[in-house]
C-alpha cells in the first residue's frame, strides 16, 4: 500500500513539474493576463467583403469567402450559397461554380449535383476578419519553396 | 308593370319599422340628434382605428404563442430586429399594408388567422413545421403581387445608394432591381424567418 502510494507521488509530481515549466511557454491567447482575472472581451472584428478573390495558399485549399454571408440559411432545408454558386445560376450571379469535386461522393462516383458530403460550404469555405493574429504565421508558399530564384519575395511571408 | 312598382313602394313605407326610420323624430331635438350622431360618430371611428392599430403591434402578434414560439423567436436573431442604427422593423411593418384600405383588406382575411388559432391548426412546432411552406409561399405570392410594398415602405430604390453597396449587391440591384425585372422577395426569401424545404422554388436548390 504505502509503496503504491510512492509510485504514485513519483510519478504526478514530474507531471506536475513539467507542466508549470512548460505553461510558461505557452503561448498566451488569451493575452497577457491571468487566467484568474476577468478582462473584457476583444470587439468584433470587421469582416473581409470587398468581393475580391482571395489567392489559395495552397493548391487544395477551399477557397476563402471575399463577401459576407451573414443571415444566409444553411441548413436541411435550404442553402443560400447555391443560389449563386450552384452552376445553374452561375450566368446570373456571375458567381464562381462550385468546384468539380464537390459532385463526387466519396468512392469518387460522379453524382447529378451536389454530393451530400459537400453540403455545408462553411465547414471549409470561410469569410475572413482584419483580426490582427494571434501569434506569428510562418507559412510559406509552396512556390517559395521549390523555385527560390524566382520567388525574391521569400522571407518577407 | 308601374304598378308592381307601385305595389312594392307601398308595402315598403308600409312597413312599421321603415315608417318609424323615415318619420322625424317625436321627442329628440334636432341639435341632439346633429350633435349626439356626430360625437357617436367620433367615438365609433376613433374606437374602431384604435382597436385597428392595437392589433397591429408587435405586442399583439406575439400573444398567440404561435407567432411567439416559432417565427418571433427567429426574428430576434435578424438584422431587421437589431442593428447598428437601432431600427426594428416589427412584425405588422412587413405583413400588413400601411396604407389604409389595403390594411382593412389584408385584416379580414387575417380572420382566417383567428380561426387557425381557435382551433389550433398550427399550435405545435411540429404542426408549424410542417405548415410552414404554405405559410411562407401565402407571403411570397402577397410580396411578389404588391411588388414587394412592405420592403418598400422602408427601402426605396430611389434612395438606394449603389456606390455605398459592396460591387456584388450593386451589381445586382442594378440588374435585377432597377430593371424591374424582379423585385425584392424575388431574391430576399427568408431574412427574417427561417425558410422552409426550398426544393422547388425559383432560385433555390
Given at each position: 500500500m504505502r509503496r503504491s502510494v510512492f509510485l504514485c507521488l513519483v510519478s504526478i509530481v514530474p507531471c506536475l513539474a513539467a507542466g508549470a515549466i512548460l505553461a510558461q511557454d505557452a503561448p498566451r491567447l488569451r493575452g497577457?493576463?491571468?487566467?484568474t482575472k476577468e478582462i473584457p472581451a476583444p470587439p468584433m472584428q470587421r469582416q473581409v467583403t470587398d468581393d475580391v478573390r482571395v489567392r489559395r495558399n495552397y493548391p487544395d485549399q477551399p477557397p476563402v469567402i471575399p463577401h459576407s454571408i451573414e443571415g444566409y440559411a444553411m441548413d436541411l432545408n435550404a442553402n443560400?450559397?447555391?443560389?449563386?454558386?450552384a452552376r445553374k445560376f452561375t450566368d446570373q450571379s456571375q458567381a464562381p461554380m462550385i468546384s468539380?469535386?464537390?459532385?463526387?461522393d466519396r468512392e469518387g462516383n460522379t453524382l447529378g449535383g451536389l454530393a451530400p458530403r459537400r453540403y455545408v460550404c462553411v465547414s471549409c469555405h470561410v469569410p475572413q476578419t482584419n483580426a490582427k493574429p494571434l501569434v506569428d504565421n510562418v507559412f510559406t508558399d509552396m512556390d517559395a519553396l521549390a523555385e527560390p530564384e524566382r520567388q525574391p519575395e521569400r522571407g518577407r511571408h | 308593370m308601374a304598378a308592381g312598382i307601385s305595389r312594392a313602394w307601398g308595402w315598403f313605407r308600409g312597413n312599421p319599422w321603415v315608417r318609424t326610420a323615415l318619420s322625424?323624430?317625436?321627442?329628440?331635438?334636432l341639435a341632439f340628434l346633429t350633435l349626439g350622431g356626430f360625437v357617436a360618430g367620433v367615438i365609433f371611428w376613433g374606437g374602431f382605428n384604435t382597436a385597428l392599430e392595437y392589433t397591429n403591434t408587435e405586442k399583439f402578434c406575439v400573444g398567440c404563442h404561435e407567432m411567439q414560439a416559432n417565427v418571433f423567436e427567429e426574428l430576434k436573431g435578424t438584422i431587421h430586429f437589431t442593428n447598428r442604427s437601432g431600427v426594428r422593423a416589427t412584425c405588422?411593418?412587413?405583413?400588413?399594408?400601411?396604407e389604409w384600405t389595403n390594411k382593412i383588406a389584408r385584416k379580414m382575411q387575417a380572420s382566417k388567422e383567428v380561426w387557425g388559432h381557435i382551433f389550433g391548426s398550427i399550435d405545435t412546432r411540429d404542426k408549424f413545421l410542417a405548415m410552414r411552406k404554405h405559410l411562407a409561399e401565402r407571403e411570397w405570392e402577397r410580396m411578389k403581387a404588391n411588388d414587394s410594398l412592405e420592403c418598400r415602405n422602408c427601402h426605396s430604390s430611389e434612395s438606394m445608394?449603389?456606390?455605398?453597396?459592396n460591387p456584388r449587391a450593386a451589381s445586382a440591384h442594378e440588374r435585377f432591381l432597377f430593371s424591374g425585372?424582379?423585385?425584392?422577395i424575388d431574391c430576399h426569401k427568408g431574412i427574417a424567418h427561417r425558410l422552409p424545404d426550398m426544393s422547388g422554388v425559383p432560385g433555390w436548390q
Amino acid at each position: 500500500m504505502r509503496r503504491s502510494v510512492f509510485l504514485c507521488l513519483v510519478s504526478i509530481v514530474p507531471c506536475l513539474a513539467a507542466g508549470a515549466i512548460l505553461a510558461q511557454d505557452a503561448p498566451r491567447l488569451r493575452g497577457p493576463e491571468p487566467f484568474t482575472k476577468e478582462i473584457p472581451a476583444p470587439p468584433m472584428q470587421r469582416q473581409v467583403t470587398d468581393d475580391v478573390r482571395v489567392r489559395r495558399n495552397y493548391p487544395d485549399q477551399p477557397p476563402v469567402i471575399p463577401h459576407s454571408i451573414e443571415g444566409y440559411a444553411m441548413d436541411l432545408n435550404a442553402n443560400k450559397c447555391m443560389s449563386c454558386h450552384a452552376r445553374k445560376f452561375t450566368d446570373q450571379s456571375q458567381a464562381p461554380m462550385i468546384s468539380v469535386t464537390h459532385y463526387q461522393d466519396r468512392e469518387g462516383n460522379t453524382l447529378g449535383g451536389l454530393a451530400p458530403r459537400r453540403y455545408v460550404c462553411v465547414s471549409c469555405h470561410v469569410p475572413q476578419t482584419n483580426a490582427k493574429p494571434l501569434v506569428d504565421n510562418v507559412f510559406t508558399d509552396m512556390d517559395a519553396l521549390a523555385e527560390p530564384e524566382r520567388q525574391p519575395e521569400r522571407g518577407r511571408h | 308593370m308601374a304598378a308592381g312598382i307601385s305595389r312594392a313602394w307601398g308595402w315598403f313605407r308600409g312597413n312599421p319599422w321603415v315608417r318609424t326610420a323615415l318619420s322625424p323624430p317625436g321627442y329628440l331635438s334636432l341639435a341632439f340628434l346633429t350633435l349626439g350622431g356626430f360625437v357617436a360618430g367620433v367615438i365609433f371611428w376613433g374606437g374602431f382605428n384604435t382597436a385597428l392599430e392595437y392589433t397591429n403591434t408587435e405586442k399583439f402578434c406575439v400573444g398567440c404563442h404561435e407567432m411567439q414560439a416559432n417565427v418571433f423567436e427567429e426574428l430576434k436573431g435578424t438584422i431587421h430586429f437589431t442593428n447598428r442604427s437601432g431600427v426594428r422593423a416589427t412584425c405588422p411593418d412587413c405583413h400588413v399594408p400601411h396604407e389604409w384600405t389595403n390594411k382593412i383588406a389584408r385584416k379580414m382575411q387575417a380572420s382566417k388567422e383567428v380561426w387557425g388559432h381557435i382551433f389550433g391548426s398550427i399550435d405545435t412546432r411540429d404542426k408549424f413545421l410542417a405548415m410552414r411552406k404554405h405559410l411562407a409561399e401565402r407571403e411570397w405570392e402577397r410580396m411578389k403581387a404588391n411588388d414587394s410594398l412592405e420592403c418598400r415602405n422602408c427601402h426605396s430604390s430611389e434612395s438606394m445608394d449603389l456606390t455605398k453597396q459592396n460591387p456584388r449587391a450593386a451589381s445586382a440591384h442594378e440588374r435585377f432591381l432597377f430593371s424591374g425585372e424582379r423585385t425584392c422577395i424575388d431574391c430576399h426569401k427568408g431574412i427574417a424567418h427561417r425558410l422552409p424545404d426550398m426544393s422547388g422554388v425559383p432560385g433555390w436548390q
